[in-house]
């Protein structure tokens, strides 16, 4: 039996032990609020949820006030209004006034609020705080004085994806947030996953703009400019421009792409189908050679920097091969430059993708040669749509230009990469017809597209049964891979992704949207799936010719295909 909430004079029903915020969530009523996040441990930081509670003297915060017996509640009362008010106008007191240069312009809850609640002048006057920027990271820029100690990143980094890598320092007015040891963020434990810029409501915490030092390259008529984009941004990069969650841009992305000046065009679909035919070949030497198992992917270089962190001891596990990006980023470098029409252009390639970590994986020394890297610029979808406004394109009205474009190839199986789970099973497909000779029923894997943080499913294959497994957000990997280390999980090949729900909810994908966009984007990745023609990497033409072309030698190194692609 629910109980009764009178809530400005209009009744709902809560169920007993949830939030006053939980509640009316439900009921289609908003409240402000910005250390709050659904999924993490409430804790009532900011005060910008209060509410005013019949028989309390106080105001209570309502993200972690729990429902308990029937309240009368006011949510908007002049009192309340006038504490929240309170609340952002002494965060204020301290703020940078850089909003025009700031990268969260226009996407700052903190700037949000403050326009809502009618503050247009600084009646608090604080102390700034000293400007300590921290550029050491590729991926990730640490702007301390735009921190309004929320809390969020704290959180996120310790309960989802449990690295702990920030936390409170200091006390008082002194009270910060910091690295272990006040390290600069390269040389901590960050994983680079990016989490912790969609979580941060500032601008305390942003991507590494690279995009207007590839421009310089794009104008420059002595550079050959080749861009793959993955399959997670086709689906996301919408929200920025005006289009619903999960709208697929597949078909445009090309066109804006020559547009905005870039010569060769391909989606690391492609190479994602590669190294999945590369995948299905390692996995079934493991077996024959009796290897240790499970066989576990190594295509989210966040991830991998956890692993060889955080659990040594199953790095031999690892899969051998690069991430679908740096796959196509080889071959971009290696053969589709031999197609540019002036062979003394110089060739650069550049990534647009959902994660941030891709930003550091590029220029990781053991991964890429200074000289000559597979990949010079990761740009985010965020910094893609900056680059579209700033071109001045216009999406409804833009003309094809189909016949100007060569034949794109792209990857078949290789898209579902970019949802939880979409490794595995696309892996599984070429895994199963390997050892049996036969095509994998796609419906098999119906029930592992169940949105979950760890979903397991068993194929019985000539040989005996294999077990798959996938896991989403490395606090939910840790409890796998504990009992994988204790003997406690038996699987033979496993996906691990950092993020939760995968790619679609990469460091670099839009900061909020309406509604559940993560649903709309995984929906859309599985729709283009489930209406390919060609849904099995060891089927896609171009990606069969080009592993069998490298499996044996890599043309660039001279090396064994499988060597030279090791991490």
């Given at each position: 039996m629910g109980i009764r909430l009178d809530i400005n004079g209009r009744e709902i029903i809560a169920e007993k032990g949830e939030t006053i915020l939980s509640a009316l969530s439900r009921n289609g009523m908003h409240l402000p609020t910005i250390c709050n996040l659904k999924g993490l441990t409430p804790t009532g930081a900011c005060r910008m949820c209060v509410v005013e509670v019949e028989g309390l003297d106080n105001l209570v915060p309502a993200c972690s006030f729990p429902v308990e017996t029937e309240m009368k509640i006011r949510t908007h009362s002049p009192r309340v209004l006038r504490a929240r008010k309170t609340n952002i106008e002494l965060l204020l007191s301290n703020h940078p006034d850089d909003c025009l240069y700031c990268e969260r312009n226009g996407a700052c809850e903190l700037q949000s609020l403050a326009e809502q609640l009618h503050i247009s002048d600084r009646r608090i006057p604080g102390r700034k705080r000293a400007p300590g920027t921290d550029r050491s990271s590729e991926a990730i820029v640490r702007e301390p004085d735009k921190c309004i100690l929320c809390g969020r990143c704290v959180r996120v980094c310790e309960e989802i994806m449990a690295t702990s890598v920030l936390d409170f320092a200091g006390r008082g007015n002194e009270l910060q947030i910091s690295t272990s040891m006040a390290k600069a963020l390269d040389d901590s434990d960050c994983t680079a996953c990016g989490q912790c810029l969609n979580a941060c409501p500032t601008g305390a915490l942003v991507e590494r703009i690279r995009f207007p030092e590839l421009e310089p390259f794009i104008l420059d008529p002595k550079s050959f400019v080749m861009v793959q984009y993955t399959p997670a941004v086709a689906v996301s990069l919408g929200e920025l421009l005006g289009c619903k969650p999960g709208a697929n841009l597949g078909k445009e992305l090309p066109v804006i792409l020559r547009r905005l000046g870039f010569d060769h065009v391909v989606e690391s679909s492609l190479g994602a189908d590669v190294m999945i035919l590369e995948q299905a070949a390692v996995f079934g030497e493991r077996i024959g050679a009796g290897s240790p198992l499970p066989l576990i992917t190594s295509s989210c270089p966040a991830w991998v920097q956890f692993c060889r962190t955080y659990y040594p001891e199953l790095v031999p596990h690892l899969s051998p091969l690069g991430s679908p990006a740096r796959v196509t980023g080889m071959l971009m470098k290696r053969w589709f430059a031999e197609a540019a029409p002036d062979q003394e252009k110089s060739p650069v390639s550049v990534l647009i993708s959902s994660c941030t970590a891709d930003k550091r994986e590029a220029k990781q020394s053991e991964l890429t040669s200074v000289e000559n890297p597979d990949i010079d610029f990761v740009l985010t979808t965020r910094e893609l749509a900056k680059m579209v406004r700033l071109g001045g394109l216009d999406l409804e009205n833009l003309p094809p230009e189909e016949e100007e474009l060569p034949g794109i190839p792209v990857g078949t199986a290789g898209r579902l990469t970019a949802a939880a789970g979409g490794e595995a099973e696309c892996t599984a497909r070429s895994i199963y017809f390997r050892e049996t000779g036969r095509e994998l029923d796609p419906s098999r894997f119906q029930r592992f597209r169940i949105r979950r943080n760890y979903r397991e499913t068993t194929l019985e294959t000539d040989k005996g049964p294999l077990v798959f497994g996938?896991?989403?957000?490395?606090?939910?990997?840790?409890?796998?891979?504990?009992?994988?280390?204790?003997?406690?999980?038996?699987?033979?090949?496993?996906?691990?992704?950092?993020?939760p729900e995968g790619c679609v909810n990469g460091g670099g994908q839009p900061l909020r949207s309406a509604g559940d966009p993560l649903r709309a984007r995984t929906r859309a990745i599985y729709d283009l799936d489930n209406s390919a023609e060609v849904r099995a990497a060891h089927h896609n033409p171009e990606a069969t010719r080009l592993y069998r072309k490298s499996e044996a030698t890599d043309p660039w190194t001279g090396k064994n295909q499988r060597d030279s692609s090791t991490r």
């Open positions: 996938a896991v989403s957000g490395l606090a939910e990997a840790v409890k796998v891979l504990n009992e994988i280390r204790e003997g406690k999980l038996r699987l033979d090949f496993l996906e691990v992704m950092a993020c």
